[in-house]
């Protein structure tokens, strides 16, 4: 008999023991089901001992232990324990989050092992590839195409020959038994279908490359700042060859939006015999778990995942890679709010291996290290495609009040791509706006019962709803403090856009593609073939379309409301609005069509819009930074931030004082802020206030959240749920 130390999704920051017959120290980091309270739930075992605290026979025994995988590595249990220490989260709920939900069900997995090890292969027979397609009656369109096909490629898998026509595996299965064609399963590693051709790398792809590629044995964080369309992916690319080639794994955690078949095709088309897996949360569950497995096991050699996959088993690890790395998606922002960005540097670090950041606007935290000389700093000042330029940048000037929202030169500009049958994106900044229902007589506007934000008006369903907690109703049809009956709507809306440009520009075709034209990945990419066909002259949307995406038919864009963030409190608006800009900017031009970018705004002399327009994102940081420093803001110092919500105002407010003052004598070389309410002081009904702490070093700051976090357990907070987030984005 001994004891298994057992982690559980439970919001306590222990280990639960329970009594196994049959357990050894090879069970370690498998999953174990067990007896909680009156339920049964599923854990992963952390050790296996002879003894326990409390006496053997008060243990409860485990149900059974899950065999059906292989255990989680010590290198893995090791990233949890990092997290747990750094981000002051419950080891139980840190390790069942970073499992894919098909290995948390209380069903052992059965008998999946993932990307088929063995691929099918169709070729010709001897008398296949002779034969005379003319010989076949004209209506056999399918065979005929079928035998050119293999007569000029040699062989095909399975699901090409699918590609080729429904009918195509069933005529397949005719030829074979004709003697024409054979079937057989090859192991999919020496597969050898003709990879994508290697470009000619230019001299900055050349010199990134061969510099990371010298430090491939050991741990070393790039930060590739290459401009939008530079070539960062084929700098990944030939990385990841230098890493298979050592007979290692590489990772490539990407942001949700980014994570295209597009992408996955061209990974694929490059290392054509390589098995390669995806993560992320839009898979289905078993294939998701066969996707992990197939990591876990070393045979998938390339994962392409989102933030919840650098949480993924990869017994030979040899290179990361985070593309987009300023993107706010690598942070989670509820549960265990870690930064895959930086979990991925931790990984790196452990294994000894280099990691690549790439991005065409790096955040403001990665760009200083690279300053400072911790990261290395490849840049890519150039686009691959030698035709293709940066687009220019011209400010509209607007007063704060212009009508609709679109400007005389920016409707004019729309019309002359038009005339020309170019293509057009109007974009729209989320940020801080979004359309009312505002009484013009009183001023009321109106805001959602539950939070404190302002309802969005849906006009052409005349309703109104709350992105913050879904609130939805009708638009109501008098104002209830003044009566009056011509309420109107205000601010502009992608649909008040898309309505009015329809008015405007009758015979344009125009797409709206915002969170609520695009319910899933799926449309989005049928939205984006639509583009592609020039089914579409304009097209209007939010930051939906600000990435990943290339429109070489788009001459013109149009940025509609740069302004809001430029008063916002949030000290990162900014930076994320000048990303957002360059990234917009980036879709406009890059095939021999020269682009043009027109941004409206109140303030064209603000030095954000003179950066942009010279594309000038060093000139951008630089000023950012300065300010950064003279406030004392991050990258200059470490920030910790404890969320408190509560149905019950009152509460949520006496708690968070009194978490100051506890947290006053713990602070040695710390700030602690006073309790504020959040920015959006009510969600879904519950009040929110935080309280911020900052310190210039992380050594200073981690003894502290550490000292706090245990007293803060000792407080009594019914009603009351409380985070630390560490290092937040949104404060
Ligand atoms: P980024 O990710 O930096 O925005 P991409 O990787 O999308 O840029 O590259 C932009 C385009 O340039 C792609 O179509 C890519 O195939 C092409 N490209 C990249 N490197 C080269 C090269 N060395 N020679 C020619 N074309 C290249
Ligand atoms: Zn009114
Ligand atoms: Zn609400």
């Known amino acids: 008999m001994s004891v298994a130390k057992v982690a559980l999704d439970i919001p306590l920051d222990r280990c639960f023991d329970y009594q196994v017959s049959d357990a050894t120290q090879q069970d370690i980091g498998r999953r174990v089901l067990v007896p909680f309270s009156n339920r049964k739930l599923v854990g992963v075992i952390l050790d296996v001992r002879e003894t326990s605290d409390l006496p053997l026979n008060k243990l409860k025994p485990a149900i059974k232990i899950y065999r059906d995988a292989l255990p989680l590595d010590k290198g893995l249990l090791a990233v949890f324990e990092f997290c747990r220490n750094y981000y002051h989260h419950p080891i139980g709920e840190v390790i069942m989050n970073a499992l894919p939900p098909g290995l948390r069900r209380t069903k052992p997995v059965f008998g999946k092992t993932a990307a088929s090890k063995f691929v099918e292969i169709f070729s010709l027979t001897a008398a296949g590839k002779i034969f005379d397609i003319t010989t076949l009656p004209g209506r056999a369109i399918v065979k005929k195409k079928l035998i050119t096909v293999l007569q000029t490629n040699g062989q095909l898998r399975r699901d090409e020959v699918a590609a080729i026509s429904s009918r195509a595996l069933r005529l397949l299965s005719e030829l074979a038994a004709e003697g024409l064609i054979l079937a057989e399963k090859v192991p999919a590693d020496i597969l050898s279908t003709t990879p994508s051709a290697e470009p000619v790398l230019s001299n900055d792809q050349n010199a990134a490359v061969t510099s990371i590629a010298a430090g491939i044995d050991s741990f070393n964080v790039t930060l590739l700042h290459g401009i939008t369309g530079s070539g960062k992916t084929e700098v990944y690319l030939r990385l990841v060859a230098t890493a298979l080639a050592r007979g290692k794994q590489t990772l490539v955690l990407v942001p949700e939006i980014n994570l295209t078949p597009q992408l996955e095709a061209v990974f694929r088309a490059r290392f054509p015999g390589v098995p390669q897996v995806s993560l992320h949360s839009h898979l289905a569950e078993g294939e998701r778990v066969n996707h992990y497995l197939a990591a876990q096991s070393g045979e998938a050699r390339i994962v392409l995942g989102t933030r919840l996959s650098v949480f993924t088993p990869l017994p030979q690890l040899g290179l990361i890679v985070v593309d987009e ?119 009321w506007i109106c805001g959602c019962s539950r939070c404190s934000a302002k309802l969005t008006l849906h006009a052409r369903k005349n309703r109104l709803r709350c992105h913050y907690c879904g609130l939805e109703m009708a638009a109501p049809a008098h104002c209830p403090h003044c009566g009056n009956a011509d309420l109107r709507g205000v601010g502009q809306g992608t649909q008040r856009i898309e309505t009015w440009l329809t008015n405007q520009l009758p015979t344009a075709r125009i797409l709206r593609v915002d969170r609520d034209t695009v319910a899933s990945k799926a449309q989005l990419t049928s939205f984006i073939e639509r583009v592609h066909a020039a089914d579409v002259d304009i097209l209007v949307g939010t930051q939906m379309l600000a990435k ?117 004598p713990l602070a040695k070389n710390v700030r602690v802020f006073d309790a504020v309410p959040a920015p959006i002081a009510r969600i879904a009904g519950r009040s929110r206030w935080q309280l911020l702490a900052q310190a210039v070093s992380r050594n200073h700051l981690q003894p502290f959240l550490h000292a706090w976090r245990e007293q803060l357990e000792a407080l009594s907070a019914r009603e009351v749920r409380w985070a630390i987030d560490v290092d937040p984005i949104e404060l």
């Open 548 to 664: 990943g995406h290339d429109f070489p038919n788009i001459t013109l864009v149009a940025v509609l409301n740069a302004d809001s963030s430029l008063y916002s409190s949030d000290f990162r608006a900014e930076e994320k609005l000048f990303a957002q800009l360059m990234q917009v900017a980036g879709r406009a031009g890059r095939a021999d069509l020269p682009g043009e970018v027109l941004v409206q705004t109140a303030f064209p002399d603000h030095p954000l819009f003179e950066a942009l327009k010279r594309h000038n994102f060093a000139e951008f940081a630089h000023a950012q930074l300065q300010m950064r420093q003279e406030a004392q803001f991050p990258p200059y110092t470490f920030q910790a931030l404890l969320r408190v919500e509560s149905v019950h105002d009152e509460a949520a407010r006496e708690f968070t004082r009194r978490s100051a003052d506890i947290a006053k």
């Open 325 to 443: 790395e300023h993107d706010g998606s690598f942070k989670q922002q509820d549960g265990l709010r870690y930064s895959a960005r930086d979990v991925a540097i931790y990984r790196a670090q452990q294994n000894a291996i280099p990691i690549v950041l790439g991005s065409a606007t790096p955040s403001l935290e990665s760009y200083h290290n690279a300053k400072i000389g911790r990261f290395r700093l490849q840049r890519l000042d150039t686009r691959a495609v030698a035709s293709a330029s940066l687009p220019t940048v011209r400010l509209i000037p607007v007063n704060k009040k212009t009508d609709e929202g679109v400007s005389e030169p920016v409707l004019t500009a729309l019309r002359q791509r038009l005339e020309q049958n170019q293509q057009s994106l109007v974009f729209i900044n989320r940020r801080g706006y979004a359309p009312a229902l505002l009484c013009p007589q009183c001023g």
